[in-house]
């Protein structure tokens, strides 16, 4: 069975940083894909980053050059390292997993980041 665990949320002030570790059950070498995404009271949620199994990454607009999605295959771990952040950073922060015939979330990661 599949699990995603996400750590490493917390409380911030703008302008701080933050770094988020999403741990699989698994091999992540089997998911096509892995992301994170983020959603903010009264909105839906929304990629922030991905990182394929070969290694390539995107990035929402908003993140891009201060976010920053890394995997460590040997821990079966993904990582988010947030910089610079601002208060519209704030929500619950998801890892999600795929494979081509079906998607996984963890249970979320809350970050606050005060002004």
């Known amino acids: 069975q599949v699990q995603l665990v996400e750590s490493g949320g917390g409380l911030v002030q703008a302008g701080g940083s933050l770094g988020l570790s999403c741990a699989a059950s698994v091999n992540i070498f089997s998911f096509n894909a892995m992301g994170w995404y983020r959603q903010a009271p009264g909105r839906q949620r929304e990629l922030v980053a991905s990182?394929?199994?070969?290694?390539?990454?995107n990035y929402e607009d908003s993140v891009k050059g201060r976010f920053t999605i890394t995997r460590d295959n040997a821990k079966n771990t993904v990582y988010l390292q947030m910089n610079s952040l601002k208060p519209e950073d704030t929500g619950v922060y998801y890892c999600?997993?795929?494979?081509?015939?079906?998607?996984?979330w963890g249970p979320g990661t809350q970050v606050t980041v005060s002004s």
């Open positions: 990182i394929t199994s070969g290694g390539s990454t």
């Open positions: 999600k997993a795929e494979r081509s015939w079906r998607t996984y």
